[in-house]
């Protein structure tokens, strides 16, 4: 019931379709504002957060620098406390493995804890086609699920609706799969949640199985992490007699004492609060308490080809925090529908062309390779980042990697063509002044049709055709160039002295 | 200490006035700077759109134009971040041994001219006069690559005459990024609308930065919107005085 981003188009017209809402534009820069805000104040409050981000990106990178170590101790530890380990290497053999065992205990439905991991993989489509249903239990992500739409933020995915259109969603939608919401429902806030609350409540009493994602795998004991904020976690994590868990390779820590910075990370970073409400930790089966039957799939669908990148396996010491979709000036514009995938933002810009390979033929590869340009380079998410993954770049080295990958196509793109007369031109000053005089001339050509002169005298063009030109001066004049330039200047009247 | 002026490939084919103030401002404070002719860019724009091999002739350019200068100043935070954060990687791309010598040695003497003024010469107060009400947008480059702070806000607040008024929502992008502008055209107008809303609220008579392309942006956007707000650069400022007033 739930759509999927698949033949999403390239950025820049996705963006386009998104830029024109309104609506959208309004409600992202509320939310986005807001959420700044809270996280600025409480990042404040600690003096130390510099050192903690260093703390934080130190464990993560010491965990990837030996993965493989860390995971097979990992699956010794889950083991060993009863849980059942599953490798999947990618979304179809995870998908596999919680279908059947699913099926296994005769469920036809399963409730599940938010998770970032089974939406890449596409897991309640997948056991859809099983004849599974798979609840979501996350207030957003419930919206999200009963109004047949997709994640716009790792962490809010329903940031992109305001709380009018979630009051229509539960009045049409709730009936159809279960408890309906009251007929005198409003759009206050607590009386939304209060009906999600009852709504939800019939499902976490009914499932057998629940399906989670994890924020933290500690290989030393065994234990998995999930943080979350309203309790429903909870609920999933323990009533049900079947937990799944599905986990990217990348989650693994080694230490329980690791989680000490990524927790106090954490929270600040992604809802502006001082401390997680939800913290669930559990290690394999505990005889006669929660789940007895505990199973963890271990998932690389690209991890391992990010691990390869050098300059990009930085990406993977992110722990979804969404502080960078939040800082960034792009995300907060287009929303993150356009990005075309469940990991939207700068950190999806990058996660996306490193799991998913860049260059690849197709308007798949054209998606996917359009990500890396959809950034100003701004700087403002490697500025937040709690872990210190340095975006911008990683963005740069991906654009080198989609440039590389189309370097033997037999028709370059202008683009390419005009990268090379650049180098060609600022290769050598006497070639780029013969280059600076022809726009001289072509400067007082353009004056002639220019319709304006910019505030202090100077003449400006304004619409002129051409591909590059026009997306410029679509909504922007352009300076005429200057009848002579710097060089010439300087060159004419000995550095001003003659 | 011989002081080199790079004056950008922007600035030299689109904005010769920002170099000619540069030259004035520097010379008043009794800095004799140099131009050195072989310049041409700093590759920042092939870099930041992938095209690496092609940035290799233009850093090779670049460090041949520079050696020798014991500091090299720039009218640009963009371009002072590209040449002290990208250069090396640009080099070892190159695989040209001599060449990542050759920029570790140019890449730290590179100054943004806020930089320059203060840290390297040591002043705030350059003698400027502009009797006008400003605001000040600070660029993302020099804010966060370059970390220049609140020094050109402290040349600012020095010009005799300038009433500098805050801009809301200063430190966010004003949605240039180099060819961002024109690949995600829709998305950077956007960006540049919002920052030019906020300087029209603010009342002035002229938005100030450190980088003339990100002024090219917002000033487009401005001209378009017949805002009557002018945009100029910070060493523009700095290098007027009760003469050019009068």
């Given at each position: 019931?739930?759509?999927?981003?698949?033949?999403?188009?390239?950025?820049?017209?996705?963006?386009?379709?998104?830029?024109?809402?309104?609506?959208?534009?309004?409600?992202?820069?509320?939310?986005?504002?807001?959420?700044?805000?809270?996280?600025?104040?409480?990042?404040?409050?600690?003096?130390?957060?510099?050192?903690?981000?260093?703390?934080?990106?130190?464990?993560?990178?010491?965990?990837?620098?030996?993965?493989?170590?860390?995971?097979?101790?990992?699956?010794?530890?889950?083991?060993?406390?009863?849980?059942?380990?599953?490798?999947?290497?990618?979304?179809?053999?995870?998908?596999?493995?919680?279908?059947?065992?699913?099926?296994?205990?005769?469920?036809?439905?399963?409730?599940?804890?938010?998770?970032?991991?089974?939406?890449?993989?596409?897991?309640?489509?997948?056991?859809?086609?099983?004849?599974?249903?798979?609840?979501?239990?996350?207030?957003?992500?419930?919206?999200?699920?009963?109004?047949?739409?997709?994640?716009?933020?790792?962490?809010?995915?329903?940031?992109?609706?305001?709380?009018?259109?979630?009051?229509?969603?539960?009045?049409?939608?709730?009936?159809?799969?279960?408890?309906?919401?009251?007929?005198?429902?409003?759009?206050?806030?607590?009386?939304?949640?209060?009906?999600?609350?009852?709504?939800?409540?019939?499902?976490?009493?009914?499932?057998?199985?629940?399906?989670?994602?994890?924020?933290?795998?500690?290989?030393?004991?065994?234990?998995?992490?999930?943080?979350?904020?309203?309790?429903?976690?909870?609920?999933?994590?323990?009533?049900?007699?079947?937990?799944?868990?599905?986990?990217?390779?990348?989650?693994?820590?080694?230490?329980?004492?690791?989680?000490?910075?990524?927790?106090?990370?954490?929270?600040?970073?992604?809802?502006?609060?001082?401390?997680?409400?939800?913290?669930?930790?559990?290690?394999?089966?505990?005889?006669?308490?929660?789940?007895?039957?505990?199973?963890?799939?271990?998932?690389?669908?690209?991890?391992?080809?990010?691990?390869?990148?050098?300059v990009?396996?930085?990406?993977?010491?992110?722990?979804?925090?969404?502080?960078?979709?939040?800082?960034?000036?792009?995300?907060?514009?287009?929303?993150?529908?356009?990005?075309?995938?469940?990991?939207?933002?700068?950190?999806?810009?990058?996660?996306?062309?490193?799991?998913?390979?860049t260059g690849?033929?197709?308007?798949?590869?054209?998606?996917?390779d359009?990500?890396p340009y959809?950034?100003?380079?701004?700087?403002?998410?490697?500025?937040?980042?709690?872990?210190?993954?340095?975006?911008?770049e990683?963005l740069v080295h991906l654009r080198s990697k989609v440039v590389d990958g189309h370097r033997d196509d037999t028709v370059p793109k202008a683009e390419a063509l005009a990268m090379r007369a650049a180098a060609w031109s600022f290769g050598d000053?006497?070639r780029?002044?013969?280059?600076?005089?022809?726009?001289?001339?072509?400067?007082?050509?353009?004056?002639?049709?220019?319709?304006?002169?910019?505030?202090?005298?100077?003449?400006?063009?304004?619409?002129?055709?051409?591909?590059?030109?026009?997306?410029?001066?679509?909504?922007?004049?352009?300076?005429?160039?200057?009848?002579?330039?710097?060089?010439?200047?300087?060159?004419?009247?000995?550095?001003?002295?003659? | 200490?011989?002081?080199?002026?790079?004056?950008?490939?922007?600035?030299?084919?689109?904005?010769?006035?920002?170099?000619?103030?540069?030259?004035?401002?520097?010379?008043?404070?009794?800095?004799?700077?140099?131009?050195?002719?072989?310049?041409t860019c700093c590759a920042q724009p092939m870099v930041n759109t992938g095209y690496l091999d092609e940035a290799v002739p233009v850093v090779r350019t670049f460090v041949d134009?520079?050696?020798?200068?014991?500091?090299?100043?720039?009218?640009?935070?963009?371009?002072?971040?590209s040449?002290?954060?990208q250069h090396g990687l640009v080099a070892r791309r190159s695989g040209d041994a001599g060449l990542a010598?050759a920029v570790?040695?140019?890449?730290?003497?590179?100054?943004?001219?806020?930089?320059?003024?203060?840290?390297?010469?040591?002043?705030?107060?350059?003698?400027?006069?502009?009797?006008?009400?400003?605001?000040?947008?600070?660029?993302?480059?020099?804010?966060?690559?370059?970390?220049?702070?609140?020094?050109?806000?402290?040349?600012?607040?020095?010009?005799?005459?300038?009433?500098?008024?805050?801009?809301?929502?200063?430190?966010?992008?004003?949605?240039?990024?180099g060819t961002?502008?024109?690949?995600?055209?829709?998305?950077?107008?956007?960006?540049?609308?919002?920052?030019?809303?906020?300087?029209?609220?603010?009342?002035?008579?002229?938005?100030?930065?450190?980088?003339?392309?990100?002024?090219?942006?917002?000033?487009?956007?401005?001209?378009?919107?017949?805002?009557?707000?002018?945009?100029?650069?910070?060493?523009?400022?700095?290098?007027?005085?009760?003469?050019?007033?009068?």
């Amino acid at each position: 019931m739930s759509g999927t981003f698949v033949g999403m188009p390239a950025f820049p017209t996705a963006a386009r379709a998104a830029l024109a809402d309104t609506q959208l534009r309004h409600n992202l820069a509320h939310a986005t504002g807001t959420i700044r805000a809270k996280r600025a104040a409480v990042v404040g409050e600690v003096e130390e957060w510099e050192d903690l981000r260093l703390a934080g990106a130190a464990v993560k990178e010491a965990a990837l620098r030996d993965l493989d170590t860390h995971l097979v101790r990992l699956e010794e530890s889950l083991t060993a406390r009863g849980a059942t380990v599953h490798w999947a290497r990618d979304a179809a053999e995870a998908n596999e493995v919680v279908a059947r065992i699913a099926r296994d205990h005769g469920a036809e439905e399963v409730v599940k804890v938010k998770s970032m991991v089974t939406q890449e993989i596409g897991l309640n489509e997948a056991l859809a086609e099983h004849g599974i249903a798979a609840w979501e239990t996350d207030l957003a992500e419930l919206i999200v699920q009963l109004g047949d739409d997709l994640p716009s933020h790792i962490l809010v995915p329903a940031i992109h609706r305001n709380r009018a259109e979630v009051r229509e969603i539960f009045l049409r939608a709730m009936g159809e799969v279960g408890r309906p919401a009251p007929a005198d429902l409003t759009d206050e806030p607590a009386v939304l949640a209060g009906a999600a609350r009852e709504h939800l409540r019939e499902k976490f009493l009914r499932a057998k199985v629940a399906v989670s994602g994890a924020n933290f795998a500690v290989a030393e004991t065994g234990t998995l992490v999930v943080v979350e904020s309203e309790g429903n976690g909870r609920m999933c994590l323990t009533l049900p007699e079947v937990l799944v868990s599905v986990v990217g390779i990348e989650k693994v820590v080694p230490t329980f004492a690791d989680l000490d910075p990524l927790l106090r990370l954490l929270p600040r970073s992604s809802t502006g609060e001082r401390m997680n409400p939800y913290t669930s930790t559990w290690t394999g089966v505990t005889p006669g308490d929660g789940p007895q039957e505990v199973h963890v799939v271990l998932l690389d669908n690209g991890r391992t080809r990010a691990l390869a990148d050098d300059v990009g396996r930085q990406a993977l010491r992110c722990i979804r925090c969404s502080a960078c979709l939040n800082a960034c000036p792009v995300y907060e514009r287009t929303g993150g529908h356009a990005y075309g995938s469940v990991y939207p933002g700068p950190i999806g810009a990058i996660l996306n062309p490193l799991m998913k390979g860049t260059g690849r033929p197709g308007l798949e590869g054209e998606q996917t390779d359009s990500l890396p340009y959809a950034s100003s380079l701004c700087g403002a998410c490697f500025e937040v980042c709690p872990v210190r993954i340095d975006i911008p770049e990683v963005l740069v080295h991906l654009r080198s990697k989609v440039v590389d990958g189309h370097r033997d196509d037999t028709v370059p793109k202008a683009e390419a063509l005009a990268m090379r007369a650049a180098a060609w031109s600022f290769g050598d000053s006497r070639r780029l002044g013969w280059v600076e005089r022809a726009s001289g001339v072509a400067g007082r050509v353009l004056t002639r049709f220019g319709r304006t002169t910019l505030p202090g005298g100077r003449s400006a063009a304004g619409r002129i055709p051409g591909p590059g030109a026009a997306a410029w001066t679509g909504a922007r004049d352009l300076p005429a160039p200057p009848r002579e330039s710097f060089r010439a200047w300087w060159r004419r009247t000995d550095g001003g002295r003659s | 200490m011989r002081v080199a002026l790079m004056v950008t490939c922007v600035n030299d084919a689109m904005f010769p006035e920002t170099g000619k103030a540069v030259v004035r401002l520097l010379r008043r404070l009794g800095v004799d700077v140099d131009f050195p002719a072989a310049q041409t860019c700093c590759a920042q724009p092939m870099v930041n759109t992938g095209y690496l091999d092609e940035a290799v002739p233009v850093v090779r350019t670049f460090v041949d134009a520079f050696a020798g200068y014991d500091a090299v100043v720039t009218p640009s935070g963009s371009c002072a971040g590209s040449a002290r954060h990208q250069h090396g990687l640009v080099a070892r791309r190159s695989g040209d041994a001599g060449l990542a010598a050759a920029v570790a040695e140019t890449s730290p003497k590179v100054h943004e001219l806020s930089e320059f003024l203060v840290d390297v010469l040591g002043v705030t107060d350059v003698g400027a006069y502009f009797p006008h009400t400003v605001t000040y947008h600070p660029t993302c480059h020099s804010l966060r690559m370059l970390g220049v702070g609140d020094r050109p806000r402290r040349l600012l607040e020095s010009v005799r005459g300038l009433r500098l008024v805050d801009l809301p929502g200063a430190e966010q992008c004003c949605g240039f990024g180099g060819t961002f502008a024109v690949k995600n055209a829709d998305t950077s107008v956007a960006m540049g609308a919002d920052k030019a809303r906020h300087v029209r609220g603010t009342g002035a008579e002229v938005l100030v930065a450190g980088d003339n392309s990100c002024l090219m942006h917002v000033g487009g956007v401005l001209s378009r919107q017949q805002a009557g707000v002018r945009v100029m650069h910070l060493a523009e400022i700095l290098a007027s005085t009760e003469e050019d007033a009068a």
